[in-house]
């Protein structure tokens, strides 16, 4: 059994670093914010984290 082959056409995604290390995700963003590199802010994650933090600051209510 050989490497599975893949789709050229199709483009390997590597994990992003949200996904394999959260806290240097979190400095690297908070070093964009501070700089005003708006653009290369990562709004999705963001999205995703600070509305996580939200309903987890809710419960503890």
Sequence with gaps: ????ETNPKIPMLSPSLY????????????TLLRNEQW???DL????RSTSSFR?????SF
């Design 1 to 4: 059994m050989g490497v599975p």
């Design 19 to 30: 996904e394999t290390d959260f806290y240097a995700w979190t400095q690297e963003q908070v």
């Design 39 to 41: 653009s290369q802010i």
């Design 44 to 47: 999705q994650n963001s999205k």
């Design 55 to 59: 309903v987890k600051s809710m419960i």
